[in-house]
C-alpha cells in the first residue's frame, strides 16, 4: 500500500516569498491533515479536511496561510508571504478512521 | 485550549534499562494515541487508548490510560537500540473527534 507522498521534500526561501506544499493522502482516505513541527516539539494541527470540506482550521494563521483540498483526493497549503519564524517541517497526515497514516513533511527553511 | 504535557523532555539509557515516558491533559480526553518519531523520520502510529484505566502491551511496550482519562504512560522494558527516538502522546476529546493535540514528545536515547 502506498503512502502519504509530499512534494517537496526541502524548500529554502527568503523571507516574504511565497512557497507551497502538495500533498496526496492514501487512497480512501477521507479525512487529511496538515501539521506544522518545529524543532524539538511536537506536530501542531494546522488545518483538518474532511473530504474537500474544512473541519477545522482554528490553528491556521489565515493572513497568511491558505489550503485547500480540491475533488477531497489532493491538498495544497500556501504560505504567503513567509515569515522567519514559518521555518519548520510541514507534515501532512491522512486517516481513514483514528490511526493517522503521515507523510514524510516538507523542511521549509526561512531566510 | 487542550494542552498536553510530556515528561521527560530527554531520557538518556543504557542498553537494557527501562524507560518510561508520562504524559498528561489539561482536559478529560475521549482517547490518546502514542507515535513513534525516529532521527530524520515522520511520526509513525503505535497504539489508541480509549477505555479508563486502559492497559495494552506490543511486545516490550506497555501502554496505560489512567482511570480519569487525564494521564497516560507508555513504558519500555529492556531498552535496544532500535528504540531510539522520540516518544509523542497525542489526545483527542469529543467524542468521535479525530483531531490530536500533541505533547512536545521524550526523546530516548540509547547508550550500547
Known amino acids: 500500500e502506498a503512502g502519504v507522498a509530499q512534494s517537496p521534500r526541502y524548500k529554502i526561501i527568503e523571507k516574504r516569498q511565497s512557497v507551497a506544499f502538495w500533498c496526496n493522502p492514501i487512497?480512501?482516505?477521507?479525512?487529511l491533515y496538515w501539521y506544522q513541527q518545529i524543532l524539538g516539539q511536537g506536530p501542531k494541527l494546522l488545518i483538518q479536511?474532511?473530504?474537500?470540506?474544512?473541519?477545522?482550521d482554528s490553528q491556521l494563521p489565515k493572513d497568511r496561510f491558505s489550503a485547500e483540498r480540491l475533488k477531497g483526493v489532493d491538498s495544497t497549503l500556501k504560505i504567503q508571504p513567509a515569515k522567519l519564524e514559518d521555518s519548520a517541517v510541514y507534515l501532512c497526515a491522512s486517516s481513514f478512521y483514528n490511526e493517522q497514516f503521515f507523510g514524510p513533511g516538507t523542511r521549509l527553511t526561512v531566510l | 485550549g487542550q494542552q498536553v504535557m510530556q515528561i521527560p523532555q530527554y531520557q538518556h539509557v543504557q542498553e537494557g534499562e527501562d524507560f518510561t515516558t508520562y504524559c498528561n491533559s489539561s482536559?478529560?480526553?475521549?482517547?490518546i494515541q502514542w507515535y513513534k518519531q525516529r532521527p530524520g523520520g515522520h511520526p509513525v502510529f503505535l497504539i489508541q487508548?480509549?477505555?479508563?484505566?486502559e492497559v495494552k502491551k506490543q511486545k516490550r511496550l506497555t501502554f496505560q490510560f489512567g482511570e480519569a482519562k487525564k494521564n497516560s504512560s507508555l513504558h519500555i522494558t529492556a531498552t535496544q537500540t532500535t528504540d531510539v527516538g522520540t516518544y509523542f502522546c497525542a489526545g483527542s476529546s469529543g467524542a468521535g473527534s479525530y483531531q490530536l493535540t500533541f505533547g512536545k514528545g521524550t526523546k530516548l536515547s540509547v547508550i550500547p
Open positions: 479536511f474532511q473530504n474537500n470540506g474544512v473541519v477545522d
Open positions: 487508548l480509549v477505555k479508563s484505566g
Open positions: 482536559t478529560t480526553l475521549s482517547n
Open positions: 487512497s480512501g482516505h477521507a479525512t
